[in-house]
C-alpha cells in the first residue's frame, strides 16, 4: 500500500481525506479534533479504506479514475449533506429523516443562507476533490489494476480489519455507556460521531433502519439524585402522586414487558399546591415558531411582556432543538423526547398518545381543535394530529386558505382573527392548539412579514437579527388579537393561554444570537434558553418558577394545573411545578439540572452556590435517566404502548 513509480497510491489518498473529512465534521459538530475517539475512528475507517481502494484498484486504468472521481464527489456530497443538515436542525442527518416533511424544498432559501452563512466549513469540505483534481493534472495517482492476487490479497485484509476492528469494542461491554453498547444498541449520534465518525454513524444508521436494533432501559437509582434535596426540607402537605390504577401485564412483545417493568418501578411525581388550579377552564396552547427568550420586549412585544409577568413565569426554561420544529412539536405534546427515529415511528405507527391535549381534554368533555398556518400537511400533521387527538385540524390546503392570506409567510394575526369563531360563543369548554409560521427563517427581505415592524428594530444590530425581532413582532400582534376575540366573547377570565417557542432561530449564528441575549450563549445549551408562560387574567398575582424544565415537561404541567387525570411514570417529562428533579436534555444527551450543567463528552459546570456530596455518582444518575428518556420515547412509540396498557 505504498506509492509504485512516485505515484500515490488510492489507499494513501482515501486515508488522508476520509481523515480530513472526519476530523473537520467532528469539529463543526462537536467542537473537537483529536480525543481518545479518535482512536476507534482510526480502527473503524481501515476497512473502509481498504474497500474504496478495492473498488478504485480492480478495474482498467480509465475505470479506476472514473471511479476515484465518483467516490470523492460522493464523499463531499455527503460530508457537506451533513454539515448543512446539522447547522440547520443541531442533529446529524439519517436516513429515518426521509419522509419527515414532504415539502422540504420548499425551504430552499434557507438551504443557500445556510451555506453563506457556513461558507469556511463548506469550503473546507470542498478541498479534497480540488486536490484530486491537481493531482490528476499532474499524473500523480497509481490508478494501475491490481492483479488477481493482489485483489484477493486487499479484500482478505479489508474482511480481517473489518472483524477485528470489534475486538476492539469487546473489553467494557457490559457498562452502561460502553462503545459496544454505543456501536450496537444506544442511539446517541453525537456520541457514535464522536468515537467512530460520521461514515460509521452513516453504516450504523443504515444497519438499523434495515435491520432494525433492540433499546435497553437501565435501572435507575433514584437515591442518588433525590439525596440533592435539602437536608432540612420538610413536606408539610403529603400530595398524592399522579398515577392511574394501571395492569402491566406480560406480553409477547419484548418492547412492552421492558416498559411494564421499567414503569412499575419508577417514580411517580407528585401532585402540588398548583394541582387543579385551572380546572374548568379553557386553555389555548401555542407552539410559537422560532420564538425565543431574546424576542422578549416590554416595547416591541408589549403583550407577550405582559403575559409572561403576569402569570406562570417559568424562567430557567429550554425549548431543544430536535429536528426543528416537528420535534419542538413532539416534545411539548408528548411530553417525550424526539429523535429521528422516534419521529419516523410516531409517523408510520400513527399510535394513539393517550395523555396529549387532544386526548385527555376530549375524555373529559372539552371540544378539541388545531390550527396552522401554513400546508396542513408538512410534517404529516394531517396524520400526527390525530394521534394527539386534534380530529378536526386545519392548515392551508384543508380550509384555512379559504379565510386567510396563504402565500408565503402568512400572518398569525390573520389566523387567529379567521379561527377564533370557531370555538368561541359555543356552549361547553374547549382546547385550541395553534402552530405559528411567521416567525419562520429566513430572516431577510424576502420575509414582508418581518418588513412591516423593521422600523421599529434597532438599526446597529446585525440585519438577520432585525429581521428576526422584526418576525416576532407579529407573533405579538397575533396574541393581542387572540385576546381582544376573547374578551369580545367574554371568555377572556374562563380561558388559560399557554405559549412555548418550537425551538431556537436556529439559522442564525450564535454571534447573530448574542447581538440580542443580555448575556453570552453557548451553542450547545444556554442558546436554547427559553420562555413557557401561562397566563390567565383570573390570576391575582404572577408565580414565578426557577426550576428546571423543558418542552417535554410542559405537557405534565398544563395536565396538572387542569386537574387531569394522568399517570406521570408513562411520560418522560415531568410536571415543573412538582418536587420531581427538574432536567432539560438535548439532542446531544448533554442536560441542565437545578445543580449544573453537563456537557456530552464529560465536562460538568456545577451552579454558583450549589454542593453535591457526590458529583460523579450524581453524574451517573443523571445521564442514566437521559439515555432512558430516549430509549422510552422510542420504546413507546415502536409498540403502541400507550393503547395496550391504557386498553384504548
Known sequence: MISVKNKINPFIIFSIILIYFELVIKYVMLKKIIDFGFIYLLIFLLPVCLLLTLLTKSFGKKINKVMMYLVIIFLTIFFEVQLIFFKLFSLPFSFSTIGLADQALDFVNIVKDSIVTNIVP???????????IILNIFKMVNYDKYSKASILSLFLMFITSYLVSFVYLLPDMGHNSSVYKLYFKIDDAGSIIDNFGMINYAKIDIKRQLMGYENEINIENTKAVENTKKK????EIVYKDNVLNLNFED????????????????????????????????????????????????????????????GFNFTNFYSPVFLSTTGGEFQATTGLIPTQETLKLWKQKQPKVSFALGNTFSKIGYRAYSFHDWTYT??????????????NYMG????????????????????????????????????TYYVTVSGHSPYNGSDNIAKQYLDQIDSSLPSQARYYLASQMELDKALEALINNLKESGELDNTVIAMVGDHYPYTLTIDEMNSMSSYT??????????????????????????????QID???????????????????????????PGIAIFSNRSWVSDYGTYFSGGKFILKDGKNLDNQEEYIKEMNNRVANGFSISKMLMNSNYYDVITKE
Do not use: C, H
Not at 473546507?124 to 486536490?131: A, D, E, Q, S, T
Not at 408538512?378 to 380530529?391: A, D, H, P, Q, V
Not at 396563504?406 to 377564533?420: E, F, I, K, V
Open 396 to 431: 392551508i390546503g384543508n380550509g384555512l386558505e379559504k379565510r386567510i392570506r396563504s402565500n408565503w409567510l402568512p400572518s398569525d394575526t390573520d389566523m387567529m382573527n379567521a379561527t377564533t369563531p370557531d370555538y368561541l360563543g359555543q356552549d361547553g369548554n374547549f382546547v
Open 521 to 550: 450563549k453557548d451553542e450547545i445549551v444556554e442558546v436554547n434558553r427559553s420562555n413557557f408562560f401561562l397566563w390567565s387574567s383570573s390570576m391575582e398575582k404572577p408565580i414565578t418558577i426557577d426550576k428546571v424544565g423543558s
Open 122 to 132: 463548506f469550503s473546507l469540505l470542498l478541498l479534497p476533490i480540488l486536490v484530486l
Open 232 to 235: 432540612d426540607e420538610v413536606e
Open 251 to 310: 406480553s409477547s412483545n419484548k418492547d412492552i414487558n421492558s416498559l411494564n417493568e421499567y414503569f412499575k418501578n419508577a417514580t411517580p411525581s407528585k401532585q402540588n399546591e398548583y394541582t387543579g388550579m385551572f380546572k374548568g377552564k379553557n386553555l389555548i396552547f401555542i407552539l410559537a415558531e422560532g420564538y425565543n427568550e431574546v424576542a422578549l420586549d416590554k416595547d416591541r412585544t408589549p403583550t407577550l411582556y405582559k403575559m409572561i409577568n403576569e
Open 554 to 580: 410542559v405537557l405534565p404541567t398544563l395536565l396538572n394545573l387542569f386537574g387531569a387525570e394522568y399517570d406521570s411514570r408513562l411520560i418522560v417529562g415531568k410536571d415543573i411545578l412538582s418536587d420531581y
Open 378 to 391: 408538512y410534517y404529516k400533521r394531517n396524520i400526527t394530529m390525530n394521534t394527539l387527538g386534534f380530529s
